[in-house]
């Protein structure tokens, strides 16, 4: 079984957003850089199936040199190889057009469920419908039954059992594996793992980020005592106006 | 301008977040076709005019009951073409973003999804897209004639426009292959709010010290009227199911009140409650992080605080 995991290069979950060049290009400074955390599931859950039954895990990334440390770790994570597809991500389709073109042969596309960046939750979706393929986002759990594909995914307040047949896309998310930290082994060997660094295919630019902008910042905390919760309720209904 | 708008149902009746992207296209000054696609309350359908939709169209064709993704992709790409429709708006869920985000590959169109705002068409159209998990925005224009909008709650505001109107009988012919996923089973909290469109969630951490706890907090959602969500750990931990989680990793949430109980206000926790009107805090550490993102906070032991909010929620009805 072949396996193709879609990571994408993201500032660390703690990391404070901000933006430079006349608000059209994002700050870097002091951000530390990650695998999707939904991404990492994929990645864990495709070890996982690896060490089950022998299937080989080729990880791809869209986006330019400075992924590459990024994308060792997933190979120090247990990877056999990767793809780098050297471009800037600019918008889901196009990220979506590159990974289909490199996608065909695999038996399962796993990715996260989202970006934590661009956070579209669509890339799953637009390479299953270019394929051809079914595409099954989020998905809780995934086990493989011959040819077939059993998956939990979760709905708005629930979840629903799902079974497709391979090949096919699905979107992780937690509780389909645990992630899965490298270990000095697996950092060693991903040194001369192969990474194919490769051009991308054109694709036209359907939409085209102008500017980023902050939220406008929060007012300061009005403390209420907790002897006088009426006060809270009150103030909710008069002055916030939510109750 | 023609503007389709696909109108999630949820017990037979529309979804609050898919009238309001009736609202959105009504509002963004286009000729509005709802279409809702499975069994459903005919007299609820009506009631889509209300918010300026001059036309619905009631897909019933009991195969459409099972939501698969791909198969409604399929019917809502000829709608949009039997409507002459150049653009598609929905409310982003986890039916409604991946059945856009196919539709535009269909058609090739542009595609936005997590929109917050009415598009700026001064020059050219551009919206505005929540990113980095609600700590920032950007702005994009889309740039081709087609255009397919996956919109986040609170986008548009929910005003009765217009009135009732008929509902059409919308045929479908669907084929065997379409159906490339199968549905095996569905379970679903029923009655419940649900919690990516309750307009008041009551929120607890791992301060709730347990699930035989939660019924305190339960008694406030009770009177409020919300819905209930937790933390990370606390789902981690199977205190909670893991579809009320809220923050980076879980569900996103804008209501018009947040209030979080017993919950740190870890950054990866308030990605996921930043778009909420306001946010109510209460915990018994003077110096936790989240007092910082509040607008009201209440510092104090959980269990006797609830208790009493509760009960002057109920007086003050
Ligand atoms: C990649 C990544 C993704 C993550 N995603 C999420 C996410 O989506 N959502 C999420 O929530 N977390 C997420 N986390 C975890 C997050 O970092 C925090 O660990 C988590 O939010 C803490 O949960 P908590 O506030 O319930 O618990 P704690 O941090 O343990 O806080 C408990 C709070 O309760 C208070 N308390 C204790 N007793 C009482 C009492 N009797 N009355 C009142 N207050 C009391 C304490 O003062 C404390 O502030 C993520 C972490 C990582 C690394
Ligand atoms: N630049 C990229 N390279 C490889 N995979 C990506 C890239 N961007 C997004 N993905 C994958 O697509 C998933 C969904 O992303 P999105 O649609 O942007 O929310 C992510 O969780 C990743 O697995």
Not at chain 2, 26 to 48: E, K, P, R
């Amino acid at each position: 079984m072949k396996i193709l995991v879609c990571i994408s290069h993201v500032p660390d979950t703690t990391s404070k957003i901000a933006f430079t060049e006349n608000n059209t290009k994002f700050d870097t400074t002091g951000v530390q850089f990650i695998i999707g955390p939904y991404d990492d599931y994929a990645l864990a859950r495709a070890i996982e199936l690896k060490e089950a039954s022998g299937a080989t895990v080729t990880v791809i990334n869209v986006g330019l040199a400075e992924t590459e440390p990024t994308i060792r770790k997933a190979l120090a994570i247990g990877a056999d190889d990767a793809i780098r597809v050297n471009a800037e991500p600019s918008d889901s389709f196009f990220v979506a057009t590159q990974i289909a073109e490199h996608g065909k042969g695999y038996d399962l596309i796993l990715m996260g469920r989202e970006s934590i960046d661009y956070n579209s939750g669509v890339v799953h979706a637009m390479v299953g419908e270019m394929l051809g393929i079914p595409s099954i986002s989020p998905v809780m759990k995934l086990d493989i039954e011959g040819t077939k594909v059993k998956m939990s995914k979760e709905i708005e307040g629930g979840k629903e059992q799902v079974e497709a047949n391979m090949p096919l896309v699905a979107g992780c998310q937690e509780p389909i594996a645990e992630w899965k930290i490298p270990n000095m082994r697996g950092i060693m060997s991903a040194r001369t793992k192969p990474l194919k660094v490769v051009e991308p295919t054109s694709a036209e630019q359907l939409v085209a980020t102008q500017k980023y902008e902050l939220p406008a910042p929060k007012g300061a905390v009005k403390m209420i005592s907790a002897e006088n919760v009426a006060e809270l309720v009150t103030l909710l209904k008069t002055e916030a106006k939510v109750l | 301008m023609n503007v389709l708008v696909f109108v999630e149902t949820s017990e037979g009746k529309p979804r609050k977040t898919s009238l309001e992207a009736v609202a959105y296209a009504h509002l963004m000054g286009g000729a509005v076709t709802a279409i809702v696609l499975g069994g459903a309350d005919a007299n609820a359908l009506q009631s889509i005019g209300k918010y300026g939709a001059t036309k619905v169209l009631h897909a019933d064709d009991p195969k459409l009951n099972e939501p698969v993704i791909q198969v409604y992709a399929e019917v809502l790409t000829k709608a949009m073409q039997d409507e002459n429709a150049d653009i598609l708006v929905m409310a982003g869920s986890s039916l409604g973003t991946p059945v856009a985000a196919k539709i535009s590959i269909k058609i090739g169109a542009s595609f936005a999804s997590n929109v917050v705002e009415l598009p700026n068409t001064t020059a050219g159209f551009n919206v505005k897209r929540s990113i980095y998990t609600g700590k920032a925005f950007a702005l994009v224009e889309m740039k081709k004639n087609k255009k397919v909008i996956a919109i986040k709650k609170n986008a548009a505001e929910l005003k009765e426009v217009g009135t009732d109107v008929q509902v059409v009988n919308y045929p479908v012919s669907l084929k065997a292959s379409d159906f490339n996923t199968k549905i095996i089973s569905t379970e679903k909290a029923t009655g419940d709010i649900l919690l990516p469109e309750a307009e008041i969630v009551v929120s607890g951490g791992r301060g709730m010290k347990g699930p035989e706890h939660w019924g305190i907090l339960e008694n406030l959602a009770k009177a409020l009227h919300a819905a209930t969500g937790c933390s990370k750990p606390v789902s981690d931990m199977g205190w909670r199911p893991h579809h009320e989680h809220v923050g980076q990793t879980g569900v996103k949430v804008a209501p018009q009140l947040y209030i979080a109980i017993g919950i740190s206000g870890a950054i990866q926790h308030l990605a996921g409650v930043n778009s909420s009107k306001c946010i109510v805090v209460i915990n018994k550490d003077p110096d936790a992080p989240f007092f910082k993102a509040a607008d009201y906070g209440i510092v104090g032991d959980a269990f006797e605080v609830l208790p009493k909010l509760t009960a002057a929620v109920l007086a003050a009805k």
